[in-house]
């Protein structure tokens, strides 16, 4: 007879945005068919966009372990709870390099194998302040003028209003 094979199975988004310069908590959650071993272990990889090598990112085996090296070194720390099955991760200071696509893998002795967790992060840049600025400006500016055009119309219709009333009792008059 077959047994059925143990197989951890890897849930994350499958894209992500975020503002440069900003903190993104990368969500990856994880079930298994077997209890949660002591020997479980996640590891967190970085394939960038110009699809060069993968690069490490981030290691849980019993406890978090942050890298010495890489694009990632202290910018990267555990946020997951192994409990909850939630093995995210958070990036600080996100930069333009940091787009590419992340990988979260679970290992759940004996659930060994299993889903791997993708996830395509884009970093896109910031609206600076000068361009809010000049945009509120020009609304601004649009609306203000539209209502100048409005009382302009409003007091030109009220003054010849005026002045077929005085031709009309100047004619009266004559009359």
């Known amino acids: 007879a077959?047994?059925?094979a143990a197989a951890v199975e890897v849930h994350t988004s499958k894209e992500v945005d975020a503002v440069n310069g900003t903190n993104l908590r990368l969500k990856c959650t994880f079930s298994s068919s077997s209890p949660i071993s002591q020997h479980l272990?996640?590891?967190?990889?970085?394939q960038p966009e110009d699809l060069s090598s993968h690069?490490?990112?981030f290691y849980y085996l019993k406890e978090p372990y942050k890298l010495s090296?890489?694009?990632f070194k202290e910018r990267i720390t555990w946020d997951g709870n192994?409990?909850?099955?939630?093995v995210s991760i958070i990036i600080w200071n996100l930069q333009p390099t940091?787009?590419?696509?992340?990988?979260?893998?679970?290992?759940?002795?004996?659930?060994?194998?299993g889903t791997i967790g993708e996830v395509r992060l884009r970093v896109v840049q910031k609206v600076h302040f000068s361009e809010i600025h000049f945009l509120a400006v020009a609304i601004g500016s649009a609306c203000v003028l539209m209502i100048i055009v409005v009382i302009v119309?409003?007091?030109?219709?009220?003054?010849?209003?005026?002045?077929?009333e005085k031709r009309i009792?100047?004619?009266?008059?004559?009359?």
Do not use: Y
Request: some cysteine.
């Open 82 to 86: 192994i409990e909850r099955n939630d």
């Open 41 to 46: 272990s996640v590891t967190w990889n970085f």
């Open 98 to 113: 940091d787009n590419g696509t992340f990988t979260c893998q679970v290992k759940n002795p004996p659930d060994v194998d």
């Open 153 to 164: 119309v409003i007091i030109c219709r009220h003054h010849r209003n005026k002045a077929q």
């Open 69 to 71: 090296a890489g694009r």
């Open 55 to 57: 690069e490490p990112v």
């Open 169 to 175: 009792e100047v004619a009266d008059t004559e009359l």
């Open 2 to 4: 077959l047994w059925p």
